[in-house]
């Protein structure tokens, strides 16, 4: 069953607006982690977020994690074309050695 | 880039098949995953591996099969396919580490699979 449900499903911005996404999930975690997939891709590794840190930043990407309401958030800042993409998050659950659970993905599109 | 390799990338094939997609990865990595993914959708875990010999099956159940008997391959089977099996097919791999480490998860560029 899917652990992450990512919020909004798809979102559409004009170049250099900035861009919000939401993950929620159900149980502990160890870590979440978001990647980014291009059309017809794989994966990319964009940011992890420790169960003990709130937030943390990379070039234009801004993190946030409330493990209080299970919640993470990314930001992309002055986004541009090259951004679509879609987002995951993923999580590592606490309880035992499984693998990342991804969401359902935000499909983001950016306008030039 | 990661370096973790998937082949074929595109097959088209017949109904009743069979076809072992492949993947193999040169960063020495112990966890290996395939996912499938149909376009514009979730991810899901099809089957895993923790090491040499390891195979578990992941939360989507799935027809295909795995093998797991050098480190930097792990190739999917699936031994008669079908429609329903039309999708693509991500295969991933991560170091063993901790899992406070992160087990963040480097993927290969997947194989798209459509059975006619």
């Known amino acids: 069953s899917q652990q992450g449900e990512e919020d909004p499903q798809a979102l559409s911005i004009q170049e250099g607006e900035n861009a919000t996404m939401n993950c929620s999930y159900k149980?502990?975690?160890?870590?979440l982690q978001w990647y980014r997939q291009n059309s017809g891709r794989g994966l990319v590794h964009l940011i992890l977020i420790r169960s003990n840190e709130r937030e943390k930043h990379s070039g234009r990407l801004r993190v946030t994690l409330d493990t209080s309401k299970k919640s993470s958030s990314l930001l992309i800042t002055a986004s541009r074309a090259a951004d679509t993409a879609s987002y995951f998050c993923?999580?590592?659950?606490?309880?035992?050695?499984?693998?990342?659970?991804f969401g359902k993905g935000t499909r983001l599109s950016v306008i030039a | 880039e990661a370096d973790i390799y998937q082949t074929p990338r595109y097959l088209v094939i017949g109904t009743g098949k069979k076809i072992t997609l492949e993947c193999s990865q040169t960063m020495g990595h112990d966890k290996m995953y395939w996912y499938q993914q149909d376009p514009g959708m979730e991810l899901h875990l099809i089957h895993y591996s923790y090491g040499v010999n390891s195979t578990e099956k992941g939360d989507l159940s799935s027809e295909s099969t795995v093998s797991r008997i050098r480190t930097e391959h792990f190739p999917l089977t699936l031994e008669s396919a079908r429609p329903s099996h039309t999708s693509q097919y991500l295969c991933a791999s991560s170091p063993l580490g901790s899992r406070f480490s992160g087990n963040t998860i480097y993927f290969g560029e997947g194989s798209w699979l459509t059975v006619v």
């Open positions: 993923a999580t590592v659950p606490n309880s035992g050695n499984t693998p990342l659970v």
């Open positions: 149980t502990s975690i160890n870590n």
